[in-house]
């Protein structure tokens, strides 16, 4: 059984910085890619970060250079280091491991970015 878990959501002040983690379990980890995504209210769920397998990563306008995805394949875990967070990073946060095409998603952490 897959299953996807995120933690380390909060409430932060502009500027401020969080780390969210995701543990994958069910499948061979070292081999999924892992991803981040966002959901504001009222809008629809957009990508934040990607990782490959091979330690790949790619990110949109609206992160690039604040928000750093890795991994640690020893302990199924992917990251998001989110610094100079703004309102507008406010959203609930989901982890998708995708394995062999196949997408698994977490119930999501919210973040929370006060002005």
């Known amino acids: 059984q897959v299953q996807v878990v995120e933690s380390g959501g909060g409430l932060v002040q502009a500027g401020g910085s969080l780390r969210l983690a995701c543990v994958a379990s069910?499948?061979?980890?070292?081999?999924?890619?892992m991803g981040w995504f966002r959901q504001a209210p009222g809008k629809q769920r957009e990508w934040v970060a990607t990782?490959?397998?091979?330690?790949?990563?790619n990110y949109p306008d609206s992160v690039k250079g604040r928000f750093t995805i890795s991994r640690d394949n020893a302990k199924n875990i992917v990251y998001l280091q989110m610094n100079s967070l703004k309102p507008e990073d406010t959203a609930v946060y989901y982890c998708?491991?995708?394995?062999?095409?196949?997408?698994?998603w977490g119930q999501g952490t919210q973040v929370t970015v006060s002005s």
């Open positions: 990782i490959t397998s091979d330690g790949n990563t």
């Open positions: 998708r491991s995708t394995f062999d095409l196949v997408h698994f």
């Open positions: 069910g499948t061979i980890f070292s081999r999924n890619q």
